[in-house]
């Protein structure tokens, strides 16, 4: 397959790594440090999910925009949106990258319930096919990757059951893609209910942590209730798009963050902890605006945003 991918990050940047290695044609779009280290070196990916740690360098070409990775590679089949949502991003790239994508299936990566959405508003819900990426991964340096201990996986699929015949082909080639790459793969109906549930995961555990300033175990060993009932409004929420979460959503998604390491947090809690740029409105922000669209409130989720956002002004 010809894949672009947006962004040599930790997702973009291992995912585009294992595919380049099983033999497909990716290239990446990037800029300044990141462009130069794939164009000087190649994306570097450390698993240390092995025993021993291994360390593989991969040419992977980089461009500066989606026009000249479709001119790199003579074409493109696919496009996997894998950046960071952050203030003053560009979520789908330049204004030239999304006129480049037009017409191209588009994959979503993002812990954000929003953005599945606002790529249909971009490029037509019959091109896009909503993701979830699950791997421990941190970028160690430009185009540098280091997997953690964990899954590695990528499922994704279409808005609708409407989706038309060649979206289908192209996700079922991209997981058939990634399968032989060595990751955990899926082209699946239920693509938005696993994009609410991951979120019901991630953005609870990450918010409440925030907030708290505590890790996953003290969440479900200490606050549970509190844990449960921000879960409980992004269901409402969910369901209130059209969402068919199962019934017993919640129950699933408290159990699966009791399994979890208790010292684990997320992204997006460490980026608030250390005043860094962070996913706040992304996540929580798209909760929040997902609700008002489904005329659900989310009094929660209101108030963490807002005591957060006061947090990082004063820091």
């Known amino acids: 397959m010809k894949i672009g991918i947006l962004g040599a990050g930790a997702i973009g940047g291992y995912f585009g790594g294992i595919l380049k290695a099983a033999g497909h044609d990716v290239a990446f779009v990037a800029r300044g440090e990141t462009l130069k280290a794939l164009e000087e070196t190649g994306v570097t990916l450390v698993d240390a999910h092995r025993e021993p740690t291994t360390t593989e360098i991969i040419k992977v070409p980089g461009a500066r925009s989606f026009a000249e990775v479709g001119d790199l590679l003579g074409g493109l089949d696919v496009a996997i949106i894998a950046t960071k949502a952050l203030p003053g991003n560009e979520t789908f790239g330049s204004a030239e990258d999304r006129e480049a994508l037009q017409g191209i299936p588009v994959v979503t990566t993002h812990n954000s319930v929003e953005i599945p959405y606002l790529a249909a508003e971009e490029f037509g819900a019959e091109n896009i096919l909503a993701g979830v990426a699950r791997v421990y991964a941190t970028r160690v340096g430009p185009a540098h990757i280091r997997?953690?201990?964990?899954?590695?996986?990528?499922?994704?699929?279409?808005?609708?059951?409407?989706?038309?015949?060649?979206?289908?082909?192209?996700?079922?080639?991209?997981?058939?893609?990634?399968?032989?790459?060595?990751?955990?793969?899926?082209?699946?109906?239920?693509?938005?209910?696993?994009?609410?549930?991951?979120?019901?995961?991630?953005?609870?555990?990450?918010?409440?942590?925030?907030?708290?300033?505590?890790?996953?175990?003290?969440?479900?060993?200490?606050?549970?209730?509190?844990?449960?009932?921000?879960?409980?409004?992004?269901?409402?929420?969910?369901?209130?798009?059209?969402?068919?979460?199962?019934?017993?959503?919640?129950?699933?998604?408290?159990?699966?963050?009791?399994?979890?390491?208790?010292?684990?947090?997320?992204?997006?809690?460490?980026?608030?902890?250390?005043?860094?740029?962070?996913?706040?409105?992304?996540?929580?922000?798209?909760?929040?605006?997902?609700?008002?669209?489904?005329?659900?409130?989310?009094?929660?989720?209101?108030?963490?945003?807002?005591?957060?956002?006061?947090?990082?002004?004063?820091?």
């Open 147 to 315: 997997r953690n201990p964990g899954p590695l996986s990528l499922a994704f699929g279409p808005l609708s059951a409407e989706a038309p015949g060649s979206l289908r082909r192209t996700g079922q080639e991209l997981a058939a893609a990634l399968t032989e790459a060595g990751a955990s793969s899926k082209f699946h109906d239920a693509a938005l209910v696993d994009v609410w549930s991951k979120a019901m995961f991630v953005t609870s555990t990450g918010t409440l942590g925030a907030v708290v300033d505590k890790p996953i175990g003290y969440l479900c060993q200490e606050i549970p209730g509190q844990l449960e009932a921000f879960m409980k409004e992004v269901e409402a929420a969910g369901r209130g798009m059209g969402v068919d979460l199962p019934a017993d959503v919640v129950e699933q998604t408290m159990e699966f963050a009791r399994q979890q390491h208790p010292d684990n947090t997320s992204s997006m809690q460490r980026d608030i902890k250390a005043g860094l740029p962070n996913e706040l409105d992304a996540q929580v922000g798209a909760i929040r605006r997902m609700g008002v669209k489904a005329g659900v409130t989310t009094p929660l989720w209101d108030f963490a945003q807002d005591v957060l956002e006061a947090q990082l002004r004063s820091a």
